[in-house]
C-alpha cells in the first residue's frame, strides 16, 4: 500500500504538518510506503481554465505539480492536510486542488480509479470542532467526485 500526505501549510513545524506525519508513521508501522509533499517547498502556479487537460488528458503546465499528479495517481490512499485560514483551507491547497481539475474527463467524470482512500485532515483556532463542518464535508464531496471515497474530517481545534 502506498500512502502520501499533501500539506497545506506555509509554515515549518506546522500543526498540520504534524498530524499528516503522524498519520504517515502510524501508516509506515502497518507496512505502507509513505511520503510527505509540503506545498510550501513546491513551485506550481494556478489553474489557468485553459481546459487543454480536457484535451490532452494533463495538465499542459509544466511544474512541481507535475510530478506530483503521478503520485496521487499511483498512491492507494491520500492524506490532505491543511490549517483553517479565513474559514477555508490555505491558498496553497486550494491551489493543489484546483489544480487536480486536469484528473476530470470531457465527460466531466474523474479519470482517477474509483475508491481511493482518502484522510482530511483539517486545524483550526477556533474551539468549536463544528465551525466549518459545512466546508470540510465539501470538500470531501469534491475528492470524493475525483473517485476518493467519502471520507471522515479529523478536526483538530485549540478547545
Do not use: W
Request: net charge negative.
Amino acid at each position: 500500500m502506498r500512502v502520501i500526505a499533501i500539506v497545506g501549510s506555509p509554515r515549518e513545524n506546522s500543526n498540520s504538518g504534524i498530524l499528516a506525519e503522524a498519520v504517515l508513521s502510524a501508516a509506515a508501522e502497518e507496512g505502507a510506503q509513505t511520503q510527505a509533499f509540503y506545498v510550501k517547498d513546491m513551485k506550481m502556479r494556478g489553474c489557468q481554465g485553459c481546459f487543454a487537460c480536457n484535451k490532452e488528458g494533463r495538465c499542459v503546465q509544466e511544474d512541481d505539480m507535475t510530478p506530483l499528479y503521478g503520485e496521487i495517481e499511483n498512491a492507494d490512499a491520500v492524506i490532505f492536510a491543511s490549517p483553517v485560514y479565513m474559514f477555508a483551507m490555505t491558498g496553497q491547497m486550494k491551489l493543489v486542488l484546483d489544480r487536480m481539475f486536469a484528473f476530470i474527463g470531457p465527460d466531466f467524470h474523474s479519470r482517477l480509479p474509483k475508491g481511493k482512500r482518502l484522510g482530511l485532515v483539517f486545524t483550526q483556532a477556533s474551539p468549536n470542532e463544528n465551525d466549518y463542518a459545512d466546508y470540510f464535508a465539501s470538500v470531501g464531496d469534491i475528492l470524493h467526485r475525483l473517485g476518493f471515497e467519502k471520507p471522515e474530517a479529523i478536526v483538530i481545534g485549540t478547545g
